[in-house]
């Protein structure tokens, strides 16, 4: 995968996180959502983290792949556990963003 | 603008800043790209930080936007008197998130 | 005010907010403290986000300072309609750092 | 070690981190620091996330708890090279938070 495309699924990741906890927040029960919010919150900021670490060249870009792909794993599980369509919508990128981590690893 | 298209700007302009930063720092000459260096991490962030915002339905977009928009024109300022191809397209894209930024606004 | 000590409360505001985020997910009532879970992620974003501007001397620190002073008294006016212990230590400690802001402005 | 006492070191960590990179980009000899300059902007940013991450109670703090101690170490080898006042501490402090690191893995 060439680094344009994975900053693109990275950043796509990113910001369907950051819209499945704004939207989580709004659902009428959401207490059954707090895992689900905490772990989108947790997935936004990894994958602007190595985005970012990506982009200025950082010596530890493998490093920071590998914790972005266990915790796009982790959300990804959590969300498709909701039948929300931002959760499953959301779960489906995380999966895509994991994968994508682990192929340049 | 549509939300997404915004996005793909700050996201754009956020790795281009980065690129830039690190770039900046293999120059020969280091020390006539310093406050580049500075502007760069600057506006990386302020993309970033714009992009999450709004993915996050941010009760603060339009004060970030703000922030945003006066943060890229001083990069824009800075990397346009530097010669180098990652400056002048770095100055560039700044400038188009500038302009986008205020469209927001 | 020294700026040690400013960032002291910056630091300390991070923090308060970050643990009333986590005490507010695990509230039994976590529906009524959905904006409060909101702000204090707002918060703890842009006091770090000024902690850093203010430690690597920013062009910007004003312009982030006023956001933060902002931001603070937002969160310190929703976390001070909540009875939680978590709640009204957060909305004491917001309002030491809003005015710490305004201090610096 | 307590949580408050730890949290204190990777904030003085981040601190020291931003001062050393705004120092370095003052510096005569730039180009011979760009190393450090890179490596400040890593340190300071994971040891900002990793407070975050503490304060609110992530689920992935060992994970990042060990890639802050590894770039701790690196960003410590790194500034013990330099001369400067500014590399000399900021070396002490790293090697401190990549300690404290380590101690609560």
């Known amino acids: ?10 950043n796509e990741c990113a910001t369907s996180c950051d819209n499945c906890y704004n939207a989580c927040l709004e659902e009428e029960n959401v207490k059954m959502m707090s895992n689900c919010i905490r772990l989108d919150r947790e997935c936004a ?4 983290y190595l985005a970012s670490a990506i982009s200025r060249n950082s010596p530890f870009i ?4 590998t914790l972005c792909s266990q915790i796009c794993t982790a959300c990804a599980n ?6 929300h369509d931002h959760c499953q919508k959301c779960a489906d990128i995380c999966m895509k963003c994991s994968e994508a ?5």
């Open 1 to 10: 995968m060439d680094q344009q495309k994975f900053l693109e699924i990275l």
């Open 45 to 48: 900021e990894i994958c602007r």
């Open 62 to 65: 493998k490093e920071i792949a």
């Open 78 to 83: 959590e969300c498709r556990q909701h039948e």
């Open 101 to 105: 981590c682990n192929e340049l690893l």
